[in-house]
Nanobody, 119 residues
Framework: QVQLVESGGGSVQAGGSLRLSCRAS????????MGWLRQAPGKEREGVAA?????STTYADSVKGRFTISGDKNTVYLQMNDLKPEDTAMYYC???????????????WGQGTQVTVSS
């Protein structure tokens, strides 16, 4: 079993920055692909960014140029710059999750961390 714990969410003004972290524990390995999804009330869950086991990254079109995903052995980060009100959502870490355009299935989830961006 894999346990995922997110941190780093909070409230920020539009144009500000936040850095999310997701730490994996349990039956993990350095090459496990991990990524981030988000969901706002009344909206569909959206893949935000994913880091494949070979180091390649994918992003949702809405965050390209503003968000950057990176990872270390058992931790994945999401640096979020130039935040916009439409980025407000609960952000979840998932594993395995390798590509934003391939929905995760039979994966592990974290509890989520709330990001709120005010105008």
């Amino acid at each position: 079993q894999v346990q995922l714990v997110e941190s780093g969410g909070g409230s920020v003004q539009a144009g500000g920055s936040l850095r999310l972290s997701c730490r994996a524990s349990g039956d993990t390995y350095s090459g496990l692909c991990m990524g981030w999804l988000r969901q706002a009330p009344g909206k569909e869950r959206e893949g935000v960014a994913a880091l494949d086991s070979d180091g390649s990254t994918t992003y949702a079109d809405s965050v390209k140029g503003r968000f950057t995903i990176s990872g270390d052995k058992n931790t994945v980060y999401l640096q979020m710059n130039d935040l916009k009100p439409e980025d407000t959502a609960m952000y979840y870490c998932a594993a395995p999750y390798c590509y934003t355009h391939v929905p995760p299935r039979d994966n592990y989830w974290g509890q989520g961390t709330q990001v709120t961006v005010s105008s």
